[in-house]
T-cell receptor, first 115, second 112 residues
Framework: GAGVSQTPSNKVTEKGKYVELRCDPI?????LYWYRQSLGQGPEFLIY????????DSGLPNDRFFAVRPEGSVSTLKIQRTERGDSAVYLCASSLIAGAGNEQFFGPGTRLTVL | SQQGEEDPQALSIQEGENATMNCSYKTSINNLQWYRQNSGRGLVHLIL?????REKHSGRLRVTLDTSKKSSSLLITASRAADTASYFCATASSGNTGKLIFGQGTTLQVKP
C-alpha cells in the first residue's frame, strides 16, 4: 500500500517568505508527527497530532512555525518569515495511534533551502 | 534537543565483517528503536527493544539494551554493501505521545 508522502520534495525560497509543507499519512493512521533534520544531525521532534488536535507542540522552535491537520488526515506545516537557519529536511511520520510502542512510518521528507 | 550520543560517528568496514554501533541516552525510556536512513531522506524502522528487554534479534541485526548504563548497541552481522547508510537510535518515553528523541547517528560505509 501507499506509504507516507510529502510534497514538495524540494523547496527553495528566499529569506522572509512564507512556505507550506504538506504531509499525507498512511490511510487510517491517527497519529502524525513532524520532525526536522539539519545536516549531519538526527531528526528533532517538532509537533505531533492525534486526530485533528496538536497533542504536543513543544518542539516548535518559535511562533513562526505552525501546523494544522483539519480533517485528521493531511497535515500542513507552515513557516512564516523564513530564515536561513530554517534550512533543513522536514520529515513527517504517521502511526496507527499515538503511543510509545507504535511504529512510526516516515515519509521521504521535504528539503527546504532558505536563501 | 538530542537525547544522547552515538558512537562511532563514522564507521568503514569490508563486506562480510560485523558492524557495531553504540547509543547512549539520558532519561528513562519506554523503548529504544533503531532506524536506517539512506541519502539523508526517509527513515526506515529496523527494530524496537522495550525497556524490560535486554537483547533482541531480527535477521542479521542484534540489539542490546542496558538500562542501568542507559546505553544500547546495534550489531549488524555479515555486512553487505547495501547496508551502507546512516543509523540512528531513538528513544520513546512512557506515556501516550510516542514522540521520538533521536541520537546524532552513525554513518556506516561497507566496502565491497
Amino acid at each position: 500500500g501507499a506509504g507516507v508522502s510529502q510534497t514538495p520534495s524540494n523547496k527553495v525560497t528566499e529569506k522572509g517568505k512564507y512556505v507550506e509543507l504538506r504531509c499525507d499519512p498512511i490511510s487510517g493512521h491517527t497519529a502524525l508527527y513532524w520532525y526536522r533534520q539539519s545536516l549531519g544531525q538526527g531528526p528533532e521532534f517538532l509537533i505531533y497530532f492525534q486526530g485533528t488536535g496538536a497533542a504536543d507542540d513543544s518542539g516548535l522552535p518559535n511562533d513562526r512555525f505552525f501546523a494544522v491537520r483539519p480533517e485528521g488526515s493531511v497535515s500542513t506545516l507552515k513557516i512564516q518569515r523564513t530564515e536561513r537557519g530554517d534550512s533543513a529536511v522536514y520529515l513527517c511520520a504517521s502511526s496507527l495511534i499515538a503511543g510509545a510502542g507504535n511504529e512510526q512510518f516516515f515519509g521521504p521528507g521535504t528539503r527546504l533551502t532558505v536563501l | 534537543s538530542q537525547q544522547g550520543e552515538e558512537d562511532p560517528q563514522a564507521l568503514s568496514i569490508q563486506e562480510g565483517e560485523n558492524a557495531t554501533m553504540n547509543c547512549s541516552y539520558k532519561t528513562s525510556i519506554n523503548n529504544l528503536q533503531w532506524y536506517r536512513q539512506n541519502s539523508g531522506r526517509g527513515l526506515v524502522h529496523l527494530i524496537l527493544i522495550r525497556s524490560n528487554e535486554r537483547e533482541k534479534h531480527s535477521g542479521r541485526l542484534r540489539v542490546t539494551l542496558d538500562t542501568s548504563k542507559k546505553s544500547s548497541s546495534l550489531l549488524i552481522t555479515a555486512s553487505r554493501a547495501a547496508d551502507t547508510a546512516s543509523y540512528f537510535c531513538a528513544t520513546a518515553s512512557s506515556g501516550n505521545t510516542g514522540k521520538l528523541i533521536f541520537g546524532q547517528g552513525t554513518t556506516l560505509q561497507v566496502k565491497p
